[in-house]
């Protein structure tokens, strides 16, 4: 996995400069030396696991959903209107918990995978995908109240 070192690509290079969270990576830059570099323990790097805030929002959101849905479900205050988790909402709520989860999961990783090549893309992606989250969740919620 790219670290988003300056140079390796013009994309990189671009998002590297336009990122507030990337890191000053030109202060821990190993110079050309003939001495051999010594790795360094480092903390979490939150860059590591959500390389745009966006990203972030996005599973934020969905987690809310995810929780909200399921716990207002449970208490018989709301039903599914999503016509694809409807029936596993139905059948319960720790199994609709689950598959929710692991779609959250699964978008994290393929956003991740691809933000080492598709930063901006992957930013814009996030921040139209939690505006049409947040306008689609609020008008099924309002509407099944």
């Known amino acids: 996995m790219s670290h988003n070192v300056p140079g390796e690509n013009i994309n990189e290079v671009k998002n590297w400069k336009d990122d507030p969270w990337a890191e000053e990576v030109v202060e821990n830059a190993v110079e050309e030396s003939t001495e051999e570099a010594t790795p360094t323990k480092r903390g979490f790097n939150w860059r590591t696991g959500f390389p745009t805030r966006a990203l972030l929002l996005l599973l934020g959101i969905g987690f809310v959903d995810l929780v909200m849905t399921a716990v207002l479900h449970a208490g018989g205050h709301i039903t599914e209107l999503n016509p694809l988790m409807k029936p596993v909402i139905e059948t319960s ?7 929710k989860g692991m779609t959250l999961v699964g978008a994290w990783l393929v956003m991740l995978k691809y933000s080492d090549t598709h930063l901006n893309f992957i930013r814009r992606a996030c921040l139209a995908g939690s505006a049409a989250y947040v306008v689609i969740w609020t008008g099924w919620f309002v509407s099944s109240l």
Do not use: D, K
Request: hydrophobic share 85%; no cysteine; glycine share 0%.
């Open 93 to 99: 709520e720790w199994l609709f918990a689950l598959v």
